[in-house]
């Protein structure tokens, strides 16, 4: 009997306990990158509450906020961006929910790459957005979310560091791993021919040049002109494979490797995490795969 209550009161302890951790209220992040939504996950661990605006396999290029992302945005301590211009509507998202949360434009504080190829609609104002296929960038992306992590509670700044330091060297092990995967590769077989202009960041990490067939926008129609040029390109090359992105217009390439005689590399995954990879180490592991193992050939 005695023991019972006993029992009884630590439980009811406990509860009241656990009722006042729940009370210390968590960081709301709203993050508008696939790729910032596993940094600040990973980064704030128990402390954040990451909304995640960008659904895996959503394209980022076309993306629109809701009313319900407003609202989510408004009652946010911190909002990630990806920045480099990928976010349209920055300026109506900031508009509407007031300044309560710090927007971060991550991408902004990373060195940008301008884009050589411009077509359809999206240019971007020739910078390139797509900075997270170069491992340094998520690396660099993830100082930034400790520190802002940081300046918002201070309290916690020992476990944001040790999160993202244990983060960091996973990815700098990954980087390892590419390094590897990518010297199977002899350098004239570095050209990586997609059909969206978004491999410039991976490129210059790993001594690649890009060829692509179409600009930024997925959806835009390359030029018959410049089509038969890039024909030329590859035949003079010796282009083994050509690409695409998983959710590109198909039809330049199939030309293309009808003209040339390369294969059909495979699909790559250009815009963010997805279906085919739910985490960044799973993105650079297929993505690099995919590109070696065709070249090589
Ligand atoms: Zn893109």
């Known amino acids: 009997m005695k023991k019972r209550s006993f029992i009884l009161s630590m439980l009811l302890l406990a509860t009241g306990l656990s009722g006042r951790l729940v009370a210390q209220d968590k960081i709301k992040v709203s993050s508008f990158s696939t790729i910032l939504t596993e940094i600040a996950t990973t980064v704030g661990g128990a402390r954040v509450d990451v909304t995640a605006h960008l ?50 434009h991550v991408g902004d504080s990373l060195p940008s790459l301008k884009l050589t190829v411009q077509h359809g609609d999206h240019t971007h ?28 509670s201070p309290a916690d700044k020992a476990a944001f560091a040790a999160n993202a330091s244990a983060y960091i060297s996973r990815l700098e092990a990954l980087d390892q791993w590419v390094k590897l995967k990518v010297a199977e590769l002899p350098r004239d077989r570095r050209k990586l021919v997609t059909n969206h202009d978004a491999f410039g960041y991976f490129a210059k990490e790993y001594g690649f040049t890009v060829m692509p067939i179409a600009g930024v926008s997925k959806n835009a129609q390359p030029g018959s002109k410049a089509v038969s040029e890039l024909i030329n390109a590859i035949k ?62």
């Open 55 to 104: 659904k895996p396999g959503v394209d980022p290029h076309d993306f629109e906020p809701k009313p319900s992302d407003m609202r989510a945005v408004a009652a946010s301590d911190l909002v990630l961006l990806s920045a480099k211009h990928m976010e349209g509507y920055v300026g109506r998202l900031q508009e509407a929910t007031g300044t309560r949360g710090k927007f971060v």
């Open 125 to 152: 104002d020739g910078e390139d957005p797509h900075w997270w296929h170069s491992i340094r960038n998520i690396v660099r992306a993830t100082k930034t979310v400790r520190d802002e992590l940081t300046r918002i």
């Open 236 to 297: 003079s090359a010796g282009v083994k494979a050509v690409f695409s992105e998983d959710v590109a217009n198909p039809k330049a390439v199939q030309e293309i490797t009808r003209e040339t005689g390369a294969v059909f590399g495979g699909e790559l995954l250009s815009d963010g995490l997805g279906p085919k990879a739910a985490t960044v180490e799973a993105m650079f592991k297929y993505n690099v795969t995919t590109i070696v193992d065709a070249l090589k050939k």
